[in-house]
């Protein structure tokens, strides 16, 4: 128990306590929503994370120090604008949720003045479809993007070198996580594209409309 800090394992009982919470409200019928489960164990495997709050962390140009952990280099998406009062460091899993991809995220809360959308009074309409990812209503065509179609050779030739490996051997774990670092690739490129086309859509619209 010294090993670690004792700031995230308070952070675990806080969460597991607020859990118990929303489950007791729920079963009440005080809770609005669908019905919220007991909580449960985490898988070792799956998604793992640690929060740190103020005293535990401190934030620098190119390091983060956690407590009991030290100085960690990071590569930053954004600089925070104001100083964070807490960080979560997430481990990264597969697309089945189960297989770890020894990738770290650091989410930072920090408190900042809401942005205000540019006013507009126009509206669009949206249709999903199968070869073009959407289509508009001001007659505009969206493609998705498409990375496994340039990367279908080196895909096949990953696929083929774990399946040749014995299960539960070290050339095996070794050859699962280039897979699943390649699918990773592969779900981030397909969630920026969604995140700025959405992004894109909300600001130059105040209306939109989605068929059901």
Known sequence: MSEVSNIPLQQSLNDLNQAYQNFFTSTKGKRKGRPVK????KIRKSKQTARFTKGGFKVGQHKVYLAKIGKLKIVWSRKPPNVPSSVTVIKDVGANGRSPL?????????????????????????????????????GQKIDAPKPLKKRIKKYRKLSKSLSNKTQGSKRYEKARLRVAKFNAKLKDTRTDFLHKLSTKIIRENQTIVLEV
């Open 38 to 41: 007991p909580p449960r164990f």
């Open 102 to 138: 020894h990738r770290y995220f650091l989410s930072f809360v920090v408190e900042t003045c809401a942005k205000v959308l540019p006013k507009t009074d126009n509206s669009v309409g949206i249709d999903l479809g199968i070869k073009t990812f959407a289509t508009l209503s001001n």
